[in-house]
């Protein structure tokens, strides 16, 4: 096998992390790693070591080969489908079927709906997208989450619905025409 890179392999590991969505301290209990050296990797003040990048192999169903690779290729809706391939991995299936943080589920859910980026949606049509999806969320965190993710997500429109006024939310950076 070709040398390894670790910049490559640790730039991989973190971006397949943002696409699964657990918690940093999750994720380095399953390294077996402390939430400092975890953090001092991310920082690019430590590395991983061989064992580390192994269990982050088995964790993402990767090979090292494609860690090492200057760019990974992440299939759409990863963290579901790493769900499935650990249904019988309790450690890392439980871990993947929490609710994600409402930043993820925007980024890698939301912003692929198709409705949400041709249309837009109200904050009771994302939250019941959400429930599809087995997310349980409050219409009024999503609405909090939705304004402050405004670098994803922007109110392209407004109706009323009920006789009161709803913002409607699409992508940030998708033009809409009314």
């Not at 003040?45 to 993402?60: G, T, V």
């Not at 949400?116 to 997310?135: D, I, P, S």
Request: glycine share 4%; hydrophobic share 40%; charged share 25%.
């Amino acid at each position: 096998m070709e040398n390894l890179d670790l910049q490559n392999i640790t730039q991989n590991i973190l971006l397949l992390l943002r696409h699964v969505g657990i918690k940093d301290m999750e994720f380095a209990a399953i390294l077996e790693i402390s939430e400092k050296q975890f953090r001092l990797i991310k920082e690019g003040k430590a590395s991983f070591n061989i064992k580390q990048i192994n269990l982050a192999c088995d964790f993402f169903v990767q090979s090292i080969k494609s860690l090492n690779a200057a760019k990974i290729k992440i299939e759409d809706d990863y963290r579901r489908k790493l769900a499935l391939k650990h249904k019988h991995k309790n450690q890392y299936y439980v871990l993947l079927n929490k609710r994600p943080s409402l930043r993820h589920a925007i980024e890698f859910g939301l912003l692929s709906h198709e409705k949400f980026v041709k249309e837009g949606m109200a904050t009771n049509e994302v939250q019941f997208f959400f429930m599809n999806k087995g997310w349980k969320f409050t219409s009024s965190s999503i609405s909090t989450a939705l304004i402050r993710n405004n670098t994803l997500v922007t109110v392209i429109d407004t109706k009323v619905v009920d006789g009161k006024k709803v913002n409607i939310y699409g992508p940030n950076n998708i033009p809409f025409s009314k």
